[in-house]
C-alpha cells in the first residue's frame, strides 16, 4: 500500500514538474516571440513573462528541495548546499508571489468601475503603481536575505559544534521551518494585497451588475465578462498558494518523524502544483495566449493524425 502511494505521488509529481515547465515556458516563449515581432510589448504582458521564468526557477528549485526533504539525504552533503537551494528558491518565489500581486492590481485597475477620486488617480498612473510595489517588493526581498542568512549561519554553527546525528535531524528540520516560516509571513503582505483586489473586484461587479439590471437584460456584457475572468484569475491565484504553503509546511513538520502517513505523501504534489498550475490559469485568462495554445494544440493534433494542408 505505501509503495502504490509512494509510486503516485512520485508519478503525479513528475507530471505537475513537466507540464509546468511546458506551460511557463509557453508563456514566457509566445511573449518573447510576439515582443520581437512588435517591437514593444504590453505592461501585462511583461509581467506575465517575467512571471512565467521566476515560476520555472521556482519548479526548479522546489523539485530539488522536495527530493531532498524526501530522501532524507546526508546531512553534512546538504549542509553545504541548503544555502544555495534557499536562496534559489527564496529569491524566484519571492518575485513568482508579487508578479502574480501585481498582476492581480493590474487587472483591478484595468477592469474595476470606481468613481473615487484615488482609484481614478491610480488607474491613471498604473506604471507609479507597479513601480512602487516592485520597489517594495524589493524591500522586502533584502529583509528576507537578511534574516535567512542569520537563520542559515546560526544553524551552520549548531550543526559543526553537534555530532549527534539525531540532532542534526531535528535541528535541520527546525531551521527549514525558521525559513519557510519567515519567507511565508513576508508574503502575507502581497497575498493580502491580492485578497483586497478580490473583495473589490467583486463589489465593482455587484455595483455594475446592480446599474445595468434595468438597462439590459442579459448580465453577461463585456464589463461583467472582463470582471468574472479577472476574479477567476485572482481565486485560482490565492487558492493555489494556500495550498502551496499548508503542503510546504505539512511536508516540513513531517520530516522529523519516522514514518510517514499516506497524506505527507502527497504533500509535494501540493506543493509543486502552485507554480505548475497557476501557468495554464494565466494562459485561459488571456485571450492571446489562449487562442495561440489552442492554434498550436491543433497544429500537433494535425500533425499526429497526418492531417493534409487544407483539412481542418
Same mark, same amino acid.
Given at each position: 500500500?505505501?509503495?502504490?502511494?509512494?509510486?503516485?505521488?512520485?508519478?503525479?509529481?513528475?507530471?505537475?514538474?513537466?507540464?509546468?515547465? +511546458?506551460?511557463?515556458?509557453?508563456?514566457?516563449?509566445?511573449?518573447?516571440?510576439?515582443?520581437?515581432?512588435?517591437?514593444?510589448?504590453?505592461?501585462?504582458?511583461?509581467? +506575465?513573462?517575467?512571471?512565467?521564468?521566476?515560476?520555472?526557477?521556482?519548479?526548479?528549485?522546489?523539485?530539488?528541495?522536495?527530493?531532498?526533504?524526501?530522501?532524507?539525504? $546526508?546531512? $553534512?552533503?546538504?549542509?553545504?548546499?541548503?544555502?544555495?537551494?534557499?536562496?534559489?528558491?527564496?529569491?524566484?518565489?519571492?518575485?513568482?508571489?508579487?508578479?502574480?500581486? @501585481?498582476?492581480?492590481?493590474?487587472?483591478?485597475?484595468?477592469?474595476?468601475?470606481?468613481?473615487?477620486?484615488?482609484?481614478?488617480?491610480?488607474?491613471?498612473?498604473?506604471?507609479?503603481?507597479?513601480?512602487?510595489?516592485?520597489?517594495?517588493?524589493?524591500?522586502?526581498?533584502?529583509?528576507?536575505?537578511?534574516?535567512?542568512?542569520?537563520?542559515? $549561519?546560526?544553524?551552520?554553527?549548531?550543526?559543526?559544534?553537534?555530532?549527534? &546525528?539525531?540532532?542534526?535531524?531535528?535541528?535541520?528540520?527546525?531551521?527549514?521551518?525558521? +525559513?519557510?516560516?519567515?519567507?511565508?509571513?513576508?508574503?502575507?503582505?502581497?497575498?493580502?494585497?491580492?485578497?483586497?483586489?478580490?473583495?473589490?473586484?467583486? *463589489?465593482?461587479?455587484?455595483?455594475?451588475?446592480?446599474?445595468?439590471?434595468?438597462?439590459?437584460?442579459?448580465?453577461? $456584457?463585456?464589463?461583467?465578462?472582463?470582471? @468574472?475572468?479577472? +476574479?477567476?484569475?485572482?481565486?485560482?491565484?490565492?487558492?493555489?498558494?494556500?495550498?502551496?504553503? *499548508?503542503?510546504?509546511?505539512?511536508?516540513?513538520?513531517? &520530516?522529523?518523524?519516522?514514518?510517514?502517513?499516506? *497524506?505527507?505523501?502527497?504533500?509535494?504534489?501540493?506543493?509543486?502544483?502552485?507554480?505548475?498550475?497557476?501557468?495554464?490559469?494565466?494562459?485561459?485568462?488571456?485571450?492571446?495566449?489562449?487562442?495561440?495554445?489552442?492554434?498550436?494544440?491543433?497544429?500537433?493534433?494535425?500533425?499526429?493524425?497526418?492531417?493534409?494542408?487544407?483539412?481542418?
Amino acid at each position: 500500500m505505501v509503495a502504490a502511494v509512494q509510486v503516485m505521488s512520485a508519478t503525479i509529481l513528475n507530471v505537475e514538474f513537466i507540464t509546468g515547465n +511546458l506551460g511557463n515556458g509557453f508563456i514566457a516563449l509566445g511573449n518573447i516571440v510576439d515582443w520581437v515581432k512588435r517591437g514593444k510589448i504590453s505592461a501585462v504582458d511583461g509581467i +506575465l513573462t517575467a512571471l512565467a521564468i521566476s515560476r520555472i526557477t521556482v519548479l526548479w528549485s522546489l523539485y530539488i528541495m522536495v527530493s531532498i526533504f524526501s530522501i532524507y539525504p $546526508d546531512l $553534512d552533503a546538504a549542509m553545504q548546499t541548503v544555502r544555495l537551494t534557499n536562496h534559489i528558491w527564496l529569491i524566484s518565489n519571492h518575485f513568482s508571489i508579487w508578479l502574480a500581486t @501585481i498582476l492581480s492590481i493590474l487587472y483591478f485597475l484595468k477592469i474595476a468601475n470606481f468613481s473615487n477620486s484615488i482609484f481614478l488617480y491610480l488607474r491613471w498612473r498604473f506604471t507609479k503603481v507597479v513601480l512602487v510595489a516592485f520597489l517594495v517588493s524589493l524591500f522586502l526581498l533584502f529583509i528576507d536575505i537578511l534574516v535567512t542568512n542569520i537563520i542559515i $549561519d546560526r544553524w551552520m554553527d549548531e550543526f559543526e559544534a553537534n555530532v549527534s &546525528y539525531s540532532y542534526k535531524l531535528k535541528n535541520f528540520a527546525n531551521t527549514s521551518r525558521h +525559513l519557510v516560516l519567515t519567507n511565508t509571513m513576508l508574503t502575507l503582505i502581497p497575498f493580502t494585497m491580492s485578497m483586497t483586489m478580490f473583495v473589490l473586484l467583486i *463589489f465593482s461587479l455587484w455595483k455594475h451588475l446592480k446599474k445595468i439590471k434595468h438597462i439590459i437584460k442579459s448580465s453577461r $456584457d463585456v464589463s461583467t465578462t472582463a470582471h @468574472i475572468q479577472a +476574479l477567476k484569475t485572482v481565486v485560482a491565484f490565492l487558492l493555489l498558494y494556500v495550498i502551496f504553503t *499548508f503542503s510546504l509546511f505539512a511536508q516540513l513538520w513531517g &520530516y522529523e518523524f519516522e514514518e510517514k502517513n499516506v *497524506f505527507e505523501y502527497f504533500c509535494p504534489v501540493g506543493i509543486i502544483a502552485f507554480p505548475s498550475l497557476h501557468s495554464f490559469v494565466l494562459i485561459m485568462g488571456n485571450s492571446k495566449l489562449r487562442q495561440t495554445s489552442l492554434l498550436t494544440l491543433s497544429l500537433l493534433r494535425c500533425k499526429i493524425q497526418g492531417c493534409g494542408p487544407f483539412s481542418p
